[in-house]
């Protein structure tokens, strides 16, 4: 999957600029930066939900039933259905059948919560389901805008090996996080926004090498310009 020449507006307010890069298959791209930088409205675009203002967004292999799955930032599910009824409802649109519904359930281990009404969960258990619902009939693609958020250590962890699971199967797995240490120790390739631009692009691991430092929230240090405590807000004069 590609970007080429992107940039997004909202109105007169221009959020990114000028983004071009690839996303293979079988990796886990993490994009990080600081709040209000532009990756909600870039995963939005690559998840087809946004048009972008100019460039253009390319995927291949399109010949699969459910091309791109997404979780938003803040996933809501319909009330009056439970979790079960809720999942069977997304795999029939997409195809998938219902014992997709539930093995996606029990992946993100849920399975306990099957029959409970989706308005009666907690915040990191509604996130869990949505990380199901976006994984429902296997897409070549899987957009996660902060798929841990919310989430306790061990639930975080989890929801990134499930990441690693999916991009093991061939998967392109796109995800933002604020979480730098689970980042550099689980993405193939980091992607560092600021202020709507890519600043840094590749593994963890060459991007600290490049800098010579030790950790990922180094490499962050040293390439955001923001500065700390407060927040860059794209079309408001200072
Ligand atoms: N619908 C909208 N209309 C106008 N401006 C918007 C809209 N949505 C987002 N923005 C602006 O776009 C900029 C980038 O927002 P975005 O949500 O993409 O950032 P982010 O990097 O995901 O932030 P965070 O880490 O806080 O989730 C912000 O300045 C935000 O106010």
Redesign the pocket.
Known sequence: MEITSADYN??S?E??DDITTTFGEGTITA?I????????????VLAGLLEPTNGAVRYRGTDATRRIGYLP?QPAFRPGFTVLETLQFYSSLVGAGEADARKRLEQVGLEDAAERPVEALSGGMTRLVGIAQATIGDPPVIVL??PASGLDPGMSKHVFEIATDLASAGTAVLL?S?DLELVDRTADEVLI?DD?RVVRHGPPGSIRAELGVESLRAVYENSVAAEEGT??????SS
Do not use: A, F, I
Not at 33 to 44: A, C, D, E, I, Y
């Open positions: 909202y109105g307010v959020v990114l994009l930066g600081p709040n209000g930088s532009g990756k909600t409205t870039l995963l939005r930032q805008d902060e933002s604020h926004l709507g927040v860059r807000v794209q079309g408001v």
